[in-house]
């Protein structure tokens, strides 16, 4: 099993430009989640989908940040345009999880894209 | 809302004694809980978690966790740390505002452990 795999593990971009992070999850897992880890504000849910359907967005800090997963293999976090603030470590999980609450499964986080804008 | 607080930013240990990570929670309803560990540079990784059943809950590396209803708390332990146990731990409760197991969690700020020798 490889695990969550996310790419790039690192980006260095200058503000303005737009940034892809991209997560491949563990497959068979339903359910997909974005979090983003700063010094300051800790670990953020950003956003999270079940089904590739995108369930609660309510994380994502401004229009500038989507996030899509047009299959149950692949799923991206776009930001556009980036700007310094958004410098942080970015992380995709995944798991599974049941509608009827019988499976209370823990997240499998990926190694992380750390982001930086200049 | 759920939540969970981490009281304490950073534990120091000598390596041998024992040592306890807090963390206190606030839910409606049961709660379900978790332990995860994060080393330098990587992902979070689970350590234990709490649903149901007996307080005492045993996961990886020799941790253990304490579920207290009547303190609302879940304190991670170990009875003799190591110096490998150095890392960032993250107190996390499972959000079930929403029906359906989407797993949705809600992590505490962190708390930086540092076992020396």
């Known amino acids: 099993d490889a695990g969550v795999i996310q790419s790039p593990r690192h980006e260095v971009t200058e503000m303005g430009q737009e940034v892809t992070l991209r997560c491949k999850p563990i497959?068979?897992?339903?359910?997909l989640f974005w979090y983003r880890q700063t010094m300051m504000r800790g670990l953020e849910l950003l956003i999270y989908?079940?089904?590739?359907?995108?369930?609660?967005d309510s994380g994502m800090p401004e229009d500038r940040f989507s996030a899509k997963m047009p299959n149950a293999s692949f799923s991206t976090l776009k930001i556009q345009p980036s700007e310094p603030r958004d410098s942080a470590v970015y992380f995709c999980?995944?798991?599974?999880?049941?509608?009827?609450?019988?499976?209370?499964?823990?997240?499998?986080f990926g190694e992380g894209s750390r982001l930086t804008v200049l | 809302a759920q939540s969970v607080a981490q009281p304490e930013d950073q534990v120091k240990v000598a390596e041998g004694n024992p040592l306890t990570v807090k963390c206190t929670y606030s839910?409606?309803?049961?709660?379900?809980l978790f332990w995860y560990v994060q080393y330098p540079n990587r992902g979070l990784q689970f350590l234990l978690k709490?649903?149901?059943?007996?307080?005492l809950v045993k996961g990886s590396y020799g941790f253990e966790a304490e579920f207290n209803k009547s303190q609302t708390s879940f304190h991670l332990k170990k009875p003799s740390a190591l110096v490998s146990d150095s890392a960032l731990y993250f107190c996390?409760?499972?959000?079930?505002?929403?029906?359906?197991?989407?797993?949705?969690?809600?992590f505490g700020a962190g708390t930086r452990l540092a076992v020396h020798p």
């Open positions: 999980a995944s798991s599974f999880g049941t509608v009827n609450n019988a499976n209370t499964g823990e997240l499998f």
């Open positions: 497959s068979g897992h339903n359910s």
């Open positions: 989908f079940n089904n590739n359907v995108p369930i609660d």
């Open positions: 839910v409606s309803g049961n709660p379900y």
């Open positions: 709490y649903i149901t059943g007996d307080n």
């Open positions: 996390a409760v499972r959000d079930i505002g929403i029906s359906g197991g989407y797993n949705k969690l809600i």
